[in-house]
């Protein structure tokens, strides 16, 4: 049951954090390579939204949809990486 997953993550259970990265990694993967129109970088892009879904793991306690708010951290963080001003 993922959301007992997420509220484990949320208290900081690294262990809790496996699953999600197992499950999402492909997803995620996936997802990004259709913003991104690209497979280069992808892999970093998921390691990025990863990352700051953990150091953000406290927010998740209020988060209704995880699965969506992680989507949206990684797309967010894939438009900000190919934006011609990021540079």
């Not at 007992?4 to 997802?31: K, V």
């Not at 970093?44 to 150091?55: C, K, N, P, S």
């Amino acid at each position: 049951h993922l959301e007992g997953t997420f509220a484990h993550i949320a208290d900081g259970n690294e262990e809790a954090f496996s699953p999600i990265y197992r499950l999402y990694m492909p997803q995620m993967a996936a997802y990004a390579c259709t913003i991104t129109r690209s497979d280069k970088m992808v892999d970093e892009f998921v390691q990025e939204a990863l990352l700051r879904i953990w150091i953000g793991r406290h927010q998740l306690a209020d988060v209704k949809e995880p699965k969506a708010w992680a989507f949206r951290i990684l797309a967010i963080i894939c438009f900000n990486l190919i934006s011609p001003t990021s540079s």
